[in-house]
């Protein structure tokens, strides 16, 4: 990530992206996915989101990216 100059958008929500059982007990919860990105393009969208969603039939939650994270305030409240 370092050697391309790359930086990861900060993840929204619940903070592990992937979990595995084994139809056990014991749980274990990774955060393995990322989105990553330039500084420069940070700075052209500084209201980009990354919302964490949940998934009920995969062991990966989604995470969506809202570059427009204002626009998307504003459509969830008009029902959009």
């Not at 903070?15 to 955060?31: A, M, N, Q, R, Y």
């Not at 393995?32 to 969208?45: G, I, P």
């Not at 995470?63 to 459509?75: C, G, K, S, T």
Request: one cysteine or more.
């Amino acid at each position: 990530m370092l050697d391309c100059c790359l930086v990861d958008i900060p993840l929204e929500g619940y903070p592990f992206t992937w979990f595995h059982s084994k139809g056990t007990l014991i749980v274990v919860e990774e955060w393995l996915d990322y989105a990553l990105t330039t500084k420069d393009w940070l700075d052209l969208h500084p209201d980009v989101e990354l919302k964490n969603t949940l998934a009920s039939m995969s062991d990966h939650s989604p995470i969506i990216l809202y570059v427009d994270a204002q626009r998307h305030v504003e459509e969830t409240k008009i029902g959009i």
